[in-house]
């Protein structure tokens, strides 16, 4: 069964400080892997946009790394905001035909003062 | 930058009721997706259009229908609205190979 899994499902961190959030797949065939950043409120919004061959990719403070081999994905944001509290979703993309999409339930981040 | 709109940010309707959810983009996408968004289970696919008047289900398309008449618009119809219809829903568009851009969504209530 195609499944995405993202853990931890909530984090608090201070403001400042940086934090890591990882993604599981078993997606296959596999195309590419996205992560989304959702504000409360709004439609998710997309933040990087991986593929099979490539190991990392930055977006401002934002991080993503891939793992093909082991089917894990993580988002490391640095030097969190405020306005970095959001659900931050990943998204697994297959091979093929119509491009079926997979969501992972999201991370809830909160960053506090 | 894209823009998809969704026509109401919350919405109030009665079980029975034949509800209609609008969505319009526009930057000239092929796709188009409807999505409900409930606690703990992530993004589900209702249906989805690969252009005009085409249509597919997605994974849980039961007590829904859509219509796409023009290439911009994407209407989800819950025929007969009931509770457990009650969610989040999100309209995205693309291009083929793209990233989806998504509506800021239509917060549903049955009551």
């Known amino acids: 069964k195609n499944q995405v899994e993202q853990s931890p499902q909530s984090l608090i961190i201070l403001e400042g400080k940086n934090c890591t959030l990882q993604?599981?797949?078993?997606?296959?065939?596999?195309?590419?892997l996205r992560w989304y950043k959702q504000d409360t409120g709004r439609g998710p919004v997309s933040l990087t946009i991986?593929?099979?061959?490539?190991n990392t990719k930055s977006n401002g403070r934002y991080t993503a790394t891939l793992d093909a081999d082991t089917k894990q994905s993580s988002l490391h944001i640095t030097a969190s905001q405020l306005s970095d509290s959001a659900s931050y979703i990943c998204?697994?993309?297959?091979?093929?035909?119509?491009?079926?999409?997979?969501f992972g339930t999201g991370t809830k981040l909160q960053v506090i003062p | 930058d894209v823009k998809v709109t969704q026509s109401s940010r919350y919405l109030v309707k009665r079980t029975g009721e034949k509800v209609f959810l609008e969505c319009v983009q526009d930057?000239?996408?092929?796709?188009m997706f409807w999505y409900r968004q409930d606690p703990g289970l992530g993004l589900r696919l209702i249906y989805f259009?690969?252009?005009?008047?085409?249509?597919e289900k997605g994974d849980i398309p039961e007590g829904y229908s859509v219509s796409r008449e023009k290439k911009e618009r994407f209407s989800l119809i819950l025929e007969s609205a009931s509770t457990n219809q009650t969610s989040m829903y999100l309209c995205?568009?693309?291009?083929?190979?793209?990233?989806?851009?998504f509506g800021d969504g239509t917060r549903l209530s049955i009551l």
């Open positions: 995205a568009s693309r291009s083929p190979n793209q990233p989806q851009h």
């Open positions: 993604c599981n797949y078993t997606v296959s065939p596999f195309s590419n």
């Open positions: 991986m593929t099979f061959s490539e």
């Open positions: 998204v697994v993309i297959h091979s093929g035909g119509y491009q079926k999409v997979t």
């Open positions: 930057m000239d996408h092929e796709n």
């Open positions: 259009s690969y252009d005009v008047k085409m249509k």
